[in-house]
Protein backbone atom coordinates (compact mmCIF):
# COMPACT_ATOMS: atom_id res chain seq x y z
CA UNK A 1 0.00 0.00 0.00
CA UNK A 2 1.34 3.48 -1.16
CA UNK A 3 1.46 6.32 1.23
CA UNK A 4 0.93 9.89 -0.08
CA UNK A 5 4.27 11.65 -1.33
CA UNK A 6 4.18 14.09 1.16
CA UNK A 7 4.09 11.48 4.40
CA UNK A 8 7.18 9.83 1.95
CA UNK A 9 8.85 13.25 1.91
CA UNK A 10 9.69 13.13 5.65
CA UNK A 11 12.20 10.18 6.84
CA UNK A 12 10.56 8.66 10.53
CA UNK A 13 11.22 9.11 12.91
CA UNK A 14 12.31 12.93 12.05
CA UNK A 15 13.64 14.16 14.51
CA UNK A 16 13.65 18.31 14.81
CA UNK A 17 17.24 20.09 15.77
CA UNK A 18 15.78 22.29 17.40
CA UNK A 19 14.32 20.15 19.49
CA UNK A 20 16.68 17.81 20.17
CA UNK A 21 18.89 21.15 21.18
CA UNK A 22 15.98 22.17 23.54
CA UNK A 23 15.97 18.91 24.97
CA UNK A 24 19.49 18.22 25.32
CA UNK A 25 20.11 21.62 26.95
CA UNK A 26 17.35 20.79 29.89
CA UNK A 27 18.45 17.89 30.05
CA UNK A 28 21.97 19.69 31.54
CA UNK A 29 19.95 21.59 33.47
CA UNK A 30 18.12 18.48 35.04
CA UNK A 31 20.86 16.22 35.59
CA UNK A 32 23.20 19.13 36.92
CA UNK A 33 20.41 20.15 39.71
CA UNK A 34 20.30 16.15 40.30
CA UNK A 35 24.10 16.11 40.82
CA UNK A 36 23.80 19.61 43.15
CA UNK A 37 21.57 17.30 45.36
CA UNK A 38 23.79 14.52 45.35
CA UNK A 39 25.78 15.58 48.59
CA UNK A 40 22.76 15.17 50.58
CA UNK A 41 23.17 13.04 53.62
CA UNK A 42 22.30 9.19 52.68
CA UNK A 43 19.77 8.62 55.98
CA UNK A 44 20.27 5.11 57.45
CA UNK A 45 24.05 4.79 56.67
CA UNK A 46 26.36 4.38 60.01
CA UNK A 47 29.24 5.62 58.36
CA UNK A 48 30.65 7.31 54.80
CA UNK A 49 31.17 3.58 53.63
CA UNK A 50 28.41 1.94 54.61
CA UNK A 51 25.47 2.24 52.62
CA UNK A 52 22.27 3.63 53.72
CA UNK A 53 18.58 3.54 52.79
CA UNK A 54 17.46 6.36 52.16
CA UNK A 55 19.10 8.74 49.23
CA UNK A 56 18.07 11.99 50.19
CA UNK A 57 19.62 13.57 47.48
CA UNK A 58 18.02 10.99 44.89
CA UNK A 59 14.80 11.08 46.40
CA UNK A 60 14.04 15.00 46.59
CA UNK A 61 15.57 15.17 42.74
CA UNK A 62 12.67 12.06 41.86
CA UNK A 63 9.91 14.02 44.01
CA UNK A 64 10.87 17.29 42.44
CA UNK A 65 10.80 15.83 38.71
CA UNK A 66 7.58 14.06 39.74
CA UNK A 67 5.41 17.52 40.93
CA UNK A 68 6.97 19.54 38.15
CA UNK A 69 6.24 17.12 35.19
CA UNK A 70 2.82 16.36 36.11
CA UNK A 71 2.31 20.14 36.52
CA UNK A 72 3.75 21.01 33.69
CA UNK A 73 1.98 18.63 31.37
CA UNK A 74 -1.55 19.41 32.94
CA UNK A 75 -0.98 22.93 32.41
CA UNK A 76 -0.13 23.03 29.34
CA UNK A 77 -3.29 20.78 28.12
CA UNK A 78 -5.43 23.20 29.49
CA UNK A 79 -3.55 26.52 27.67
CA UNK A 80 -4.64 26.81 23.91
CA UNK A 81 -3.84 30.29 24.59
CA UNK A 82 0.06 29.25 24.43
CA UNK A 83 0.57 28.71 20.65
CA UNK A 84 1.45 24.83 19.77
CA UNK A 85 4.94 25.51 18.45
CA UNK A 86 5.58 27.60 22.12
CA UNK A 87 4.02 24.45 24.38
CA UNK A 88 5.97 22.28 22.23
CA UNK A 89 9.24 23.67 23.16
CA UNK A 90 8.54 24.47 27.07
CA UNK A 91 7.27 20.39 27.29
CA UNK A 92 10.03 19.22 25.49
CA UNK A 93 13.08 21.36 27.40
CA UNK A 94 11.30 21.82 30.33
CA UNK A 95 9.19 18.05 30.66
CA UNK A 96 11.80 16.15 28.13
CA UNK A 97 14.66 17.61 28.88
CA UNK A 98 14.90 18.95 32.85
CA UNK A 99 12.24 16.91 34.75
CA UNK A 100 14.22 13.86 32.95
CA UNK A 101 18.00 14.63 33.76
CA UNK A 102 15.91 15.25 37.15
CA UNK A 103 14.50 12.65 37.72
CA UNK A 104 16.50 8.99 38.08
CA UNK A 105 15.14 5.31 37.97
CA UNK A 106 18.57 3.88 37.57
CA UNK A 107 20.26 5.44 40.62
CA UNK A 108 16.92 4.65 43.00
CA UNK A 109 17.59 1.14 41.79
CA UNK A 110 21.33 1.00 42.20
CA UNK A 111 20.75 2.29 45.81
CA UNK A 112 17.93 0.13 46.76
CA UNK A 113 20.09 -3.36 45.51
CA UNK A 114 23.38 -1.62 47.49
CA UNK A 115 21.02 -1.69 50.55
CA UNK A 116 19.93 -4.71 49.96
CA UNK A 117 23.19 -6.34 49.31
CA UNK A 118 23.99 -5.20 52.87
CA UNK A 119 21.11 -6.56 54.09
CA UNK A 120 18.47 -3.81 54.10
CA UNK A 121 15.71 -5.23 53.65
CA UNK A 122 13.45 -3.26 55.37
CA UNK A 123 15.29 0.25 54.58
CA UNK A 124 14.80 -0.56 50.69
CA UNK A 125 11.32 -1.31 51.10
CA UNK A 126 10.58 2.04 52.63
CA UNK A 127 12.65 3.87 50.28
CA UNK A 128 10.72 2.21 47.23
CA UNK A 129 7.38 2.90 48.88
CA UNK A 130 8.32 6.40 50.52
CA UNK A 131 9.85 6.90 46.43
CA UNK A 132 6.52 5.88 44.94
CA UNK A 133 4.01 6.74 46.87
CA UNK A 134 5.88 10.38 47.26
CA UNK A 135 5.89 10.91 43.24
CA UNK A 136 2.03 9.87 43.15
CA UNK A 137 1.08 12.55 45.65
CA UNK A 138 3.46 15.50 44.16
CA UNK A 139 2.46 14.73 41.08
CA UNK A 140 -1.31 14.56 41.89
CA UNK A 141 -0.60 17.83 43.58
CA UNK A 142 1.02 19.32 40.55
CA UNK A 143 -2.08 18.21 38.52
CA UNK A 144 -4.22 20.15 40.80
CA UNK A 145 -2.32 23.46 41.09
CA UNK A 146 -1.55 23.52 37.21
CA UNK A 147 -5.33 22.62 36.83
CA UNK A 148 -6.20 25.96 39.64
CA UNK A 149 -3.46 27.84 37.01
CA UNK A 150 -5.14 27.07 34.16
CA UNK A 151 -8.66 28.22 35.34
CA UNK A 152 -7.14 31.27 37.29
CA UNK A 153 -5.92 32.34 33.86
CA UNK A 154 -9.26 31.94 31.88
CA UNK A 155 -11.06 33.74 34.37
CA UNK A 156 -8.65 37.02 34.29
CA UNK A 157 -9.42 36.59 30.32
CA UNK A 158 -13.01 36.34 30.78
CA UNK A 159 -12.16 39.25 32.85
CA UNK A 160 -10.31 41.37 30.70
CA UNK A 161 -12.78 40.42 27.72
CA UNK A 162 -15.48 42.03 29.22
CA UNK A 163 -13.69 44.84 30.42
CA UNK A 164 -12.50 45.83 27.14
CA UNK A 165 -16.72 44.77 25.53
CA UNK A 166 -17.46 47.54 27.68
CA UNK A 167 -14.95 50.07 26.92
CA UNK A 168 -15.78 49.46 23.44
CA UNK A 169 -19.35 49.49 23.71
CA UNK A 170 -19.20 53.21 25.83
CA UNK A 171 -17.32 54.93 22.47
Known sequence: MSQPAQEQDVPYPFISPIIAGVVFLGGCV???VRYALSPL???????????????LGTFI?????CFCYAALVSYLAQAPWI?????ELVSRSCGMGICGGLSTLSALALEVF?????????GALLYIVLT???GFVLALLGVRLATWMAEHHRDLDDVHARSHAADEGSR
Not at 83 to 87: C, F, G, I, N, Q
Not at 114 to 122: D, E, K, Q, R
Open 30 to 32: GTG
Open 61 to 65: ANMIA
Open 114 to 122: LSLHAGSVF
Open 41 to 55: PVLGASSQTTPGSFH
Open 132 to 134: FAG
Open 83 to 87: PARRR
